[in-house]
């Protein structure tokens, strides 16, 4: 039968029909590929898969990270179990790309809905390509050479002592990466900053650096290029982390949220 794809926006994202994430084949896989490419977001919905059938799903599609930082699913540690309830109303409920603070960070993540409030806690993508196409030429000549330091301790440090956060600083220094990326299969350029894991950009005083940055975040927060996503139980979302970033909804406290994702290695930008 195939995959049937029916787009979200006409920007990016889409919902797709077909798949059977419990009994992936070589065919299904390299069709999906192609669609991911596409719309850059995916939506599958009532995936009733086991943990064990999540971890071998990520696969299909490269080496899986495992988090050194978040919490996981016990006995599987590539799965990262985020959780937000009334005790600890968590939410990644800023614009980011994931770990960027790696050397090499993720190509893209799956991300499972387990446990989901009746109203709210809702996911926003932004197509970083299309923010970057909007830019004025004068900050695009601004920024197209610029490099970002990224820094796990911005958002990690708290979470360790001064001998672990040393420790953990000597496995994971800060990462130099370009402020426009170009996606490895694609070639399209789009902007690589987040408020989470980047310092400062090289070259600039501390003003001009986090002046540079918010207008960059304000480009991700233009709806024009966006899609927003409503989870269900057993919802499953696909993000090309090269070409999107995005922002969870924290509007549902004091209800629990739990998600469960799988992180596929990526590679160098450039």
């Given at each position: 039968m195939g995959i049937r794809v029916a787009p979200i926006t006409g920007t990016l994202g889409a919902e797709v029909f077909g798949v059977d994430m419990a009994n992936p084949t070589a065919p299904m896989i390299e069709e999906l590929r192609k669609v991911w490419l596409d719309h850059k977001v995916l939506v599958l919905?009532?995936?009733?898969?086991?943990?064990?059938?999540?971890?071998?799903?990520g696969r299909c599609f490269g080496e899986l990270e495992v988090h050194p930082f978040a919490p996981s699913s016990e006995g599987h540690p590539e799965i990262v179990r985020i959780t937000s309830s009334r005790e600890f109303p968590y939410a990644a409920s800023n614009w980011h790309s994931d770990v960027t603070w790696r050397q090499e960070p993720s190509m893209g993540s799956i991300l499972r809905g387990v446990v989901i409030p009746p109203v709210g806690g809702d996911t926003s993508f932004a197509d970083a390509g299309a923010a970057y196409d909007r830019l004025a030429d004068r900050v695009k000549e601004l920024v197209d050479d610029a490099v970002a330091v990224h820094d796990f301790t911005r958002t990690f440090g708290a979470r360790l002592s001064p001998r672990e956060r040393a420790e953990k600083q000597e496995e994971y220094p800060p990462a130099r990466h370009p402020v426009i990326r170009t996606h490895p299969e694609t070639g399209v350029r789009s902007i690589y900053t987040n408020r989470a894991f980047v310092s400062h950009i090289e070259g600039m005083d501390a003003e001009e650096s986090r002046r540079t940055l918010d207008l960059l975040e304000r480009a991700m927060m233009n709806p024009s290029v966006q899609c927003r996503i409503s989870w269900e139980v057993d919802t499953f979302v696909m993000w090309d982390n090269r070409a999107v970033q995005h922002h969870a909804s924290n509007d549902f406290w004091p209800?629990?949220?739990?998600?469960?994702?799988?992180?596929?290695?990526?590679?160098?930008?450039?």
């Open positions: 919905r009532d995936q009733h898969i086991s943990t064990e059938q999540h971890v071998a799903f209800e629990t949220r739990v998600v469960e994702r799988v992180t596929i290695v990526g590679d160098k930008p450039f």
